[in-house]
């Protein structure tokens, strides 16, 4: 950067971050192989709640968080683009 972008990056403001945990979004592009989990089902953190797979390898998808599922956005054959939101809890 030259001096004057340093001097305006300085004085501007950093955007809150937006807490992602509530959600299951998916990492890359693929199709969705097996959901284990369907809305009302308690999950524990880590738990694995989907499978996806690219390029011939299969990625276990888990939650970030235990909660309550709210919300089951895709089912086993669906094609996935990278940030679809597969899951949602409550």
């Given amino acids: 950067m030259n001096e004057t972008q340093n001097d305006y990056s300085r004085n501007m403001k950093e955007k809150p971050k937006e807490d992602l945990t509530p959600f299951l979004d998916s990492p890359m592009p693929g199709t969705v192989i097996s959901v284990t989990c369907e809305p009302g089902q308690e999950v524990a ?6 499978v996806v797979e690219t390029m ?3 990625n276990s998808l888990c939650v970030l968080k235990s909660g309550r599922i709210k919300k089951v956005n895709c089912k086993p054959g669906d094609k996935i683009l990278e940030d679809d939101r597969l ?3 409550e």
């Fill in 45 to 50: 953190e880590g738990q694995e709640v989907c």
């Fill in 56 to 58: 011939k390898m299969q």
């Fill in 87 to 89: 899951i949602e809890l």
